[in-house]
């Protein structure tokens, strides 16, 4: 079994405002995205040393038992032993660290102490661990090492001791690129700048936009992606995504009372807003671990289709019987199996309801609704089965 041992203490001399392991990035907290890292590792019971049990602790808990581990608050490090035995694995993040994710789950298959070059890792707070050597703030150590804490005064630093003591027990140093830290993707006790730096290009990688070849969805996910810089973590995260859901009732009562027009322009907006949701949702997952898509994130994604489908239905000529309702649910139809079938750009196109419904906006006003929804729809089928895949 593996645990984690994490920490919100500070040792510094002159303790900052806020401490380390509270400071805010990319909606969370460092000690909850360094949660987030532990059970990605594998870890099922969390020990986290703290100073006392407040409201931060108390969302921690909170956090890593809704994924289903364990969670100690410790304010006695002496009770580490009671959780941990020689056939145990401990995963160790010092207090504040905020590493790469994909560099450390590459590198803790094995008991082993992360470090970075000295004379790069030094000068940037790290602590130096030998002559060539400073310590990351991550090691992976077997559990035999908690025993030998016993022998060391009360008031010693526990991950401190931890580190000598997995050195002194053997545990390998294994060198990380320094590009991690060049790079800003790794640091320890960072300011509040750094962190601001850090999420801005977090966001931009989580982010991943549809190229323009889509683009109402290129639009509408950029969108997304910079409301998420001012609501990752707040109540407004999900004002866009609910903005969609009152367009889409707007749309559909515009629609009952004649006014096809503005019902689907309405549903144009219904479908930028949930766009722009999805990606602040995405972006918010990110890193968490076993995050999953909201249920209104889902009811979205599978209503939006319909209502469209209704607003085309309701903007062509009453006449056409059913054809109203069936030439759009082809369209649609056939926009889904696309986006299923490719994972390229034309895949993306596919996925652009905005693009779909904004170009038939002055067909409705012109009448022509249902004749243009047609032709798009033996455009796409087309495409589907001549546009070559690099996949097939």
Not at 69 to 97: C, H, I, K, W, Y
Not at 118 to 135: H, K, L, Q, T
Not at 285 to 300: D, I
Request: proline share 7%; charged share 20%; glycine share 8%.
């Amino acid at each position: 079994m593996r645990v984690a041992l994490l920490s919100t203490l500070d040792d510094a001399v002159t303790p900052a405002p806020v401490r380390a392991a509270y400071r805010n990035f990319a909606g969370a907290r460092v000690i909850d995205r360094q949660i987030d890292l532990a059970l990605a590792a594998g870890c099922e019971t969390i020990a986290c040393l703290v100073e006392g049990i407040g409201r931060e602790v108390a969302e921690a808990q909170r956090r890593a038992e809704q994924s289903g581990v364990r969670f100690v608050a410790m304010q006695n490090p002496r009770a580490l032993s009671g959780l941990v035995t020689a056939a145990d694995e401990l995963f160790v993040l010092a207090p504040g660290v905020l590493p790469s994710d994909a560099a450390v789950l590459r590198n803790v298959a094995r008991p082993a102490v992360l470090a970075f070059p000295a004379e790069d890792a030094v000068p940037r707070g790290y602590e130096r661990i030998d002559p060539e050597f400073a310590w990351s703030g991550a090691l992976l150590a077997p559990g035999s090492v908690v025993e030998r804490l016993a022998e060391l005064p009360p008031d010693s630093d526990v991950v401190a001791s931890l580190l000598r003591l997995s050195l002194q027990s053997g545990v390998k140093i294994l060198p990380l690129e320094k590009r991690l830290i060049e790079d800003g993707q790794w640091h320890i006790d960072p300011g509040i700048e750094e962190l601001v730096d850090r999420e801005e290009r977090w966001i931009k990688t989580h982010a991943s936009p549809a190229p323009f070849t889509a683009p109402g969805l290129a639009v509408a996910e950029r969108v997304g992606a910079r409301l998420a810089r001012d609501t990752l973590g707040k109540k407004g995260a999900r004002l866009p995504a609910l903005g969609a859901v009152l367009s889409g009732i707007g749309a559909l009562a515009l629609a009952a009372l004649g006014m096809p027009v503005p019902a689907l322009a309405l549903g144009t907006v219904m479908a930028m807003l949930g766009a722009a949701g999805e990606t602040v949702e995405r972006i918010a997952r990110a890193g968490q671990f076993g995050a999953r898509r909201s249920a209104l994130a889902k009811a979205l994604d599978w209503s939006t289709d319909p209502v469209l489908a209704i607003l085309i239905a309701a903007a062509s000529p009453e006449d056409t019987g059913w054809l109203r309702l069936f030439v759009p649910a082809v369209l649609f139809g056939l926009l889904r199996l696309g986006a299923r079938l490719r994972d390229d750009n034309w895949g993306e196109t596919y996925r652009d309801r905005i693009a779909t419904s904004a170009l038939l906006v002055p067909c409705a006003f012109v009448g022509i609704t249902q004749p243009v929804t047609a032709i798009m729809a033996l455009l796409v089928l087309t495409s589907i089965f001549l546009v070559p895949y690099r996949g097939d």
